[in-house]
């Protein structure tokens, strides 16, 4: 055996009992209880990263409402009943309100940019304090003429298509298309035009043939499917 092959297995043995230590050994300390995992992935084996509630419901039963595991090198609390998020997440909000951004969606997807993905530090403070100087109650008072011309809007298209919106069946596309004149598609329209004119001064006037429209909900999908917890393995090695 050469000198660099020792050293690659001494370093995954030693990882590996690094590993066996923090998941097995080391006290739990004040942590809630939970299942034991394994070196190196904790209970990432166990969990089915998109549908990850069946799982958790079985541990709930079994270790109570609030438990803890480990994904990969992260610890997770689970929260099991409305009561318990209620009470840390709403009543001990200042001690519980961050969390660690998805490292694909925030910054390879968003440069780190994206507000919802943001840790709760001095710099989601900064565009809290922004976005508040438009959507806060007084601000937004400036938007109810908009709102309600488009409101108006909705009400024509559902009272002209509506017996078609409803017939129609709901197939999504690849992108998460809808039938033009799906009732989904009338409501999505009016939520796109607020936004769009509050941030950029336009309406979205159609929904057929206006490929900017379809653009954005591509983008926002794409955005959706990448942002979806348990979409990547780096997310739970990365933070």
């Known amino acids: 055996m050469s000198s660099v092959e020792l050293v690659f297995l001494v ?10 230590y923090f998941n097995h050994v080391r006290p739990r300390g004040s942590l809630p209880p939970g299942p034991v995992g394994i070196p190196l992935l904790g209970n990432l084996l166990q969990v089915n990263a998109l549908r990850p509630h069946p799982q958790f ?3 709930a039963a079994r270790y109570g409402p609030i438990f803890s595991l480990r994904m990969g090198p992260q610890q997770m609390i689970v929260l099991n009943t409305a009561e318990a998020a209620d009470e840390l997440l709403v009543n001990r909000s200042k001690v519980y309100s961050s969390r660690s951004p998805p490292h694909v969606a925030q910054d390879i997807v968003s440069d780190g940019q994206r507000m919802v993905l943001l840790p709760y530090d001095r710099e989601w403070k900064i565009v809290r304090r922004s976005v508040h100087s438009v959507l806060s109650p007084a601000p937004s008072k400036r938007l109810r ?6 409101s108006r809007v909705v009400l024509y ?8 919106s409803v017939r129609e069946t709901f197939i999504q596309g690849p992108n998460w298309e809808v039938p033009e004149r799906h009732w989904f598609s009338i409501l999505r329209r009016y939520t796109t035009s607020v936004v769009m004119h509050m941030a950029y001064g336009q309406r979205i006037h159609r929904i057929v043939d206006n490929p900017n429209l379809h ?3 591509n983008v926002m999908a ?3 499917r990448v942002a979806q917890p348990g979409s990547y393995l780096l997310d739970d090695f990365v933070h």
């Not at 370093?11 to 066996?20: E, K, N, Q, W």
């Not at 003429?145 to 488009?150: F, P, Y």
């Not at 298209?157 to 078609?164: E, M, P, S």
């Open 157 to 164: 298209d559902l009272l002209t298509h509506g017996d078609t």
């Open 145 to 150: 003429e908009m709102q309600e011309l488009e």
């Open 57 to 59: 419901r079985e541990w």
């Open 222 to 224: 794409n955005f959706t």
């Open 11 to 20: 370093s995954i043995v030693a990882s590996t009992l690094v590993a066996f």
């Open 215 to 217: 653009k954005i909900y």
